[in-house]
């Protein structure tokens, strides 16, 4: 299962993590992990500025933490990709688990 976790203050996404893999299908064919995926390095790279975020990738973790103040329009860029895995989840609950961390 892949874990998502996020932290939301002040109504702003500051940080997304990813972890695990979703073991829908065999290597290649795992179309939710393909998608989370591609969710996330997409997002990664429409960051306006990603010196101001701490970016790990590696297989099966993913992390994007910002590092100072949220520019509105990366705001929008992290919102949106917490949606789209929002709306994966809907659909495969028992692969993926989106949370909000307190």
């Known amino acids: ?5 996020f932290l939301e203050t002040d ?3 500051l940080k997304l993590e990813a972890i695990g893999h979703a ?10 992990c393909s998608a989370v995926s591609a969710i996330l390095v997409g997002g ?3 960051l306006e500025n990603q010196k101001e975020y ?3 990738i590696a297989a099966g973790n993913l992390v994007i933490d910002t590092k100072n103040k949220i ?4 705001e929008i860029v992290m919102r949106t990709v917490l ?8 659909s ?3 692969f993926i688990k989106v949370s909000k961390k307190l």
């Open 1 to 5: 299962m892949i874990k998502i976790n």
């Open 11 to 13: 109504g702003r996404v």
């Open 23 to 32: 073991d829908y299908d065999c290597h290649g064919k795992d179309i939710v």
């Open 44 to 46: 990664c790279n429409a």
């Open 54 to 56: 701490f970016i790990n």
């Open 71 to 74: 520019t509105p329009h990366d």
């Open 83 to 90: 949606t789209q895995l929002q709306t994966i989840e809907e």
């Open 92 to 94: 495969y609950k028992a």
